[in-house]
T-cell receptor
Framework: DTEVTQTPKHLVMGMTNKKSLKCEQH?????MYWYKQKAKKPPELMFV???????INESVPSRFSPECPNSSLLNLHLHALQPEDSALYLC????????????FGPGTRLTVL | GEDVEQSLFLSVREGDSSVINCTYT??????LYWYKQEPGAGLQLLTY?????DMKQDQRLTVLLNKKDKHLSLRIADTQTGDSAIYFC??????????????FGKGTKLSVKP
């Protein structure tokens, strides 16, 4: 299995909702990443988990809360989002953070109303 | 800080070669990557080159690296309509290499005309 899966594919939520994005990989990778991508822009790093511990938080607002329950799973909990948070959220994984050959999932297209 | 620079658009005819250029920022970057993104999809890792190499060839793809000028290029031979996509170059800065910090260029949109 050489892929990263993400669910849901699309998500529409109101500003008062709480929702979660899920990412899964079964490649034995110990580093997992969340990126945010706005239209016609490159991905921007949000969080890095290394061996299930948060190693990088790129000054992301607290309305985004990451969680890594085990080495295969990565969640992003969303609460009280703003319309400007609408974007494609991409998950990626790599063997470790020292081996940066990152494999990306297909993304979750998030719309905040 | 400086940005990873790429031209925004490239248009070629089917069967021609495409060359996508990138100027990166950190002369101590260890790995440089090329990713492809089709509309509405995630990023697909195409190829990468280690900083001690000048060239890497993988089927239709050739990567050239000029460390002196911090210039990276991706050549696609016999370009097909299925190659139409956005191509991102990415670097791992020397001081971020242990933390997985990929720095992306803005992306080059390749359009292939039949």
């Amino acid at each position: 299995d050489t892929e990263v899966t993400q669910t849901p594919k699309h998500l529409v939520m109101g500003m008062t909702n709480k929702k979660s994005l899920k990412c899964e990989q079964h490649m034995g990778h110990r580093a997992m990443y969340w990126y945010k991508q706005k239209a016609k822009k490159p991905p921007e790093l949000m969080f890095v988990y290394s061996y299930e511990k948060l190693s990088i938080n790129e000054s992301v607002p607290s309305r985004f809360s990451p969680e890594c329950p085990n080495s295969s799973l990565l969640n992003l909990h969303l609460h009280a989002l703003q319309p400007e948070d609408s974007a494609l959220y991409l998950c990626a994984s790599s063997y470790t953070t020292s081996y940066n050959e990152q494999f990306f999932g297909p993304g979750t297209r998030l719309t905040v109303l | 800080g400086e940005d990873v620079e790429q031209s925004l658009f490239l248009s070629v005819r089917e069967g021609d070669s495409s060359v996508i250029n990138c100027t990166y920022t950190d002369s101590s970057s260890t790995y440089l990557y090329w990713y492809k993104q089709e509309p509405g999809a995630g990023l697909q890792l195409l190829t990468y080159i280690f900083s001690n190499m000048d060239m890497k060839q993988d089927q239709r793809l050739t990567v050239l690296l000029n460390k002196k000028d911090k210039h990276l290029s991706l050549r696609i031979a016999d370009t097909q309509t299925g190659d139409s996509a956005i191509y991102f170059c990415a670097e791992v800065p020397g001081d971020g290499g242990s933390q997985g910090n990929l720095i992306f260029g803005k992306g080059t949109k390749l359009s292939v005309k039949p």
